[in-house]
T-cell receptor
Framework: SAVISQKPSRDICQRGTSLTIQCQVD?????MFWYRQQPGQSLTLIAT?????????ESGFVIDKFPISRPNLTFSTLTVSNMSPEDSSIYLC???????????FGPGTRLLVL | DQQVKQNSPSLSVQEGRISILNCDYT??????FLWYKKYPAEGPTFLIS???IKDKNEDGRFTVFLNKSAKHLSLHIVPSQPGDSAVYFC????????????WGAGTKLIIKP
């Protein structure tokens, strides 16, 4: 399976600021996803990061709040814009790879907004 | 509408015994089911999966059973070990999806020494 890294691993931010999270994969992958896991909750898909085109956002998530870049098949960024305390979550990137529609996840970015 | 349900928020099992985690689904178009394990402050780790054409898949201490008529699957861990203490997520994928998964709420498994 792909090896996935995320930066930063954690951050504490002030409300109203923005944070960009990077996701790097050690091999080329077509499907890359961004998730959020709020405290005590399940995984919520934010968007599918498409290489060379705009990301596909899930209901409740918009590009202005969560702009995503996917410049190539090994890298993507997610920006959390104009943050509020409600954005405090773990943000995860994942890739779809191999047989069986399996997704493999990065280690996550733990964000706390004060 | 929750298409994948894990009705037990938590489960406590004695070390060495069998852990059984359950998952129900409503969408008959799901054709692949996966189990993930998640420790706090880490990303989920893929454990085991099963295609809808099978009713059982085994990998070491982990076995997943699928009952399509009941729209139910379960993950058996035997014997349970302290390192198995984690949150377990059930996920499903439908025939027309492209690696997109529908997730259950998770079950926190606690292995008691």
């Amino acid at each position: 399976s792909a090896v996935i890294s995320q930066k930063p691993s954690r951050d504490i931010c002030q409300r109203g600021t923005s944070l960009t999270i990077q996701c790097q994969v050690d091999s080329q992958v077509t499907m890359m996803f961004w998730y959020r896991q709020q405290p005590g909750q399940s995984l919520t898909l934010i968007a599918t990061a498409n290489q060379g085109s705009e990301a596909t956002y899930e209901s409740g998530f918009v590009i202005d709040k969560f702009p995503i870049s996917r410049p190539n098949l090994t890298f993507s960024t997610l920006t959390v814009s104009n943050m509020s305390p409600e954005d405090s979550s773990i943000y995860l990137c994942s890739v779809g790879q191999g047989a069986g529609k399996t997704q493999y996840f990065g280690p996550g970015t733990r964000l706390l907004v004060l | 509408d929750q298409q994948v349900k894990q009705n037990s928020p938590s489960l406590s099992v004695q070390e060495g015994r069998i852990s059984i985690l359950n998952c129900d689904y409503t969408n008959s178009m799901f054709d692949y089911f996966l189990w993930y394990k998640k420790y706090p402050a880490e990303g989920p780790t893929f454990l085991i999966s099963i295609s809808s054409i099978k009713d059982k898949n085994e990998d070491g201490r982990f076995t997943v059973f699928l009952n399509k008529s009941a729209k139910h699957l379960s993950l058996h861990i035997v014997p349970s070990q302290p390192g198995d203490s984690a949150v377990y997520f059930c996920a499903a994928s439908s025939m027309d999806s492209n690696y997109q998964l529908i997730w259950g709420a998770g079950t926190k498994l606690i292995i008691k020494p």
